[in-house]
Nanobody, 124 residues
């Protein structure tokens, strides 16, 4: 199955932007629905965004709608999360995840492959 490696996290001031990337290897990337999740200290991992295998469907959490954009490149086997207008409450470890399910699930248990995570810290 596919393996995932995230990059692009860091420290940014409120109102700033970051672009997260997730590189996939070892599987048929184009057959997976890809998602981004995040987990803040002391909180459960939560859904952020997901994109279907052909990019025909995208889904966002209400908390990031209008600020974050998910995209994928099936040639380069990568998925990205462009994060604009960042807020301190966006601070978390961000995880890339993959699922063979086509209905863009939002539950963590429906994703079978996970990256190691990348830290995003937004200062006020």
């Amino acid at each position: 199955q596919v393996q995932l490696v995230e990059s692009g996290g860091g420290l940014v001031q409120a109102g700033g932007s970051l672009r997260l990337s997730c590189a996939a290897s070892g599987g048929t990337f184009s057959s997976y629905t890809m998602g981004w999740f995040r987990q803040a200290p002391g909180k459960e991992r939560e859904f952020v965004a997901a994109v279907s295998w052909r990019s025909s469907n995208r889904l966002y959490a209400d908390s990031v709608k209008g600020r974050f954009t998910i995209s994928r490149d099936n040639v380069k086997n990568s998925v990205h999360l462009q994060m604009n207008s960042l807020k301190p409450e966006d601070t978390a470890v961000y995880y890339c995840a993959a699922t063979v399910l086509a209905d863009i699930p939002t539950l963590t248990k429906r994703y079978s492959v996970w990256g190691q995570g990348t830290q995003v810290t937004v200062s006020s």
